[in-house]
């Protein structure tokens, strides 16, 4: 018979996965740990997911016939596969009792591409450096090449569905956070909403046509 390799993880494996490493050393009879789980799910989503979508994929995790402890696809578990189906059922019907769930100010998405980057407008500088951007908004950057060079990426999706990445380096001999829009998108809306979401400062664009190159 051919051997064809293993069959692929199902879509809910990452978010299984990133929940169980947090319940390694938790104790699942204490009765606040759901609780603070739901409260990390809604307000500080895991792998670039809504709430919408966690909630969507643990609910299949679920209703699937997969091991959710699996040995050869998640880390091993200290709690039973019984344990673990429970714990994360308690945390759905959790999150059904909290809707409606509070609408984020930001959350971090995929990135986008370096075409995308390259192409899209600069709206400001954060006179910040990287480290202490991630520290303020608890998001972490990307390192990706992009004109060449490897630089540290964060998009994040804004409450309105508006996207802005963030780029440093950005340009030579500077260590603050560039702040990019899409084209189509008006620079003054796009800052005032980028500082009132994340509480970041935001130095103005240079007069003039807003700059594009990265030098």
Known sequence: MEDHGASPAPAWRGLVNAVLYT???ADLRDRELADRCVRGLLTEPLLDLSP???YALL???LASGGRLTDPERSIPQPHSE????????DVLRRMDAARPWPVLPFRSVPPWSPEQVMAATFA???????????DRIRKVFRRGVIDGRERSVLTLALSSGMEVTLVTPWRKRSRHVAVLVRDNERIPEARHEFQEATGLPLDRPP???ASRRFR
């Open 59 to 61: 609910s299949d995790a």
């Open 82 to 89: 019984e344990e673990v189906r429970a714990f994360l059922g």
């Open 52 to 54: 919408e979508q966690e």
């Open 124 to 134: 400001g500088s954060v006179p910040m450096r990287e480290f202490d951007v991630t």
């Open 207 to 209: 007069c003039g046509r």
């Open 23 to 25: 319940l390694l050393f």
